[in-house]
């Protein structure tokens, strides 16, 4: 597995817009519009996991995510692993690479949000505070020291 961090002006760009907007999680639609629109901009990226030309996974480095007026950043967001590939810590080493380019950056910490109970406490996220997404529930903000 190779892993690529994406830009708008990146070979791969629309490949993987075609790729979120047809795999299984509903906010893959989201992504590729957002993609679309270039919403990613100066140290934005996107992190694409690949098995050779094959699109097995893709997370979101950004600066905001579904959580307003907070003052976190940056964002490890939208992570998905394809369907084939899950149980093989692909989504752990999409994490990995995506803390060592913000690290690089010079960041302290990165931020995700997730509704999901004990899956990133196990890759050293803690919880540090709770707030409504803008679809309205509740969400779990999460940081990690880089």
Known sequence: ??????TAASEK???????AEACSWSAGKALAQAMRKK???DWERILVALDGEKIRGYCTIAKTDCIPDVSYT??????F?????????LSQQMILCAMDY?????FPAVYLVSDHE?????????????KKAFWGPEEK???HAL
């Open 102 to 106: 913000l690290k690089s950056l010079g």
């Open 39 to 41: 919403a990613f901009s």
């Open 118 to 130: 004990n899956l990133y406490e196990k890759y050293g996220f803690r919880v540090i505070d709770r």
């Open 1 to 6: 597995m190779t892993f690529e961090l994406l």
């Open 141 to 143: 903000i999460y940081i």
């Open 74 to 79: 940056p964002y490890i967001g939208f992570l």
């Open 13 to 19: 760009w629309d490949a993987l817009i075609r790729y």
């Open 81 to 89: 692993v394809d369907e084939a590939c899950r149980g093989h810590r």
